[in-house]
């Protein structure tokens, strides 16, 4: 039989933003992984997964998602990580990895499946989409991602708050993830930008601790490491243009 990897997006953090196809991969998977820092604390991912799976079907594996520096630990984790899922794989046929967002969009599921296509030859990989975190905060903050022929752009802000200022300076909306240890930067990159205005800013998305303030109220961080940012589009108070 060949062996199946899923990854499954669980959302930002509210357990009822977990899709119905997402719940049925999860809850069809022999064994479901979810990523734990190697601090040990529950995570996102994790805490989603509880409400829909059994304790004892969730595997816990210590991925290094906080090494930013040393990059040989960084791969040895990423190394370890691989094993064990592969291992899993063998033992049970089916697998699921569950990301928090989308499994195609920024998640550590992409290296994962990489890593799990050298180790086990064969293996069929799926993905289930997941709610990503600018929609939850679009939805909550009341920001309006995209109008008529609007672009939309997304930009991880650990690739440089440059890289963010020069998406501001375009057309469209602006999505920055990943932006908390940066917040001073962006703060003046909208104001330098003239976006600043309409703009929201959101945290822990759908947990206890959430936050979600207009772009005035930025603080000057550092912030949670997952904090969004939406900078909607210039619009002009019509009815947007072309669909």
Known sequence: MTA????????PGDPELVTVKGVNALRAAAAVVVPVLDTGERGRAEATVLHYVDAERVVRVVFALNERTDRARREAAWDAAGARVAELLREHGTVAFATIGDPNVYSTFTYLAHTIRELVPGVRVETVPGITAMQELAARGGAVLTEGTEPLTLVPVTAGAAVLKEALAGPGTVVAYKFGRLAAEVA?????TGRTEGAVWGSSLGLPEES???????????????????A???RDGGRGGKL
């Open 188 to 192: 003046a990159a909208l104001r330098e």
């Open 212 to 230: 979600i303030r207009p772009a005035a109220e930025l603080l000057d961080g550092p912030l949670p490491y997952l904090s969004t940012l939406i």
């Open 232 to 234: 909607p589009a210039r």
């Open 4 to 11: 199946l990897l899923t990854g499954v997006g669980v959302g």
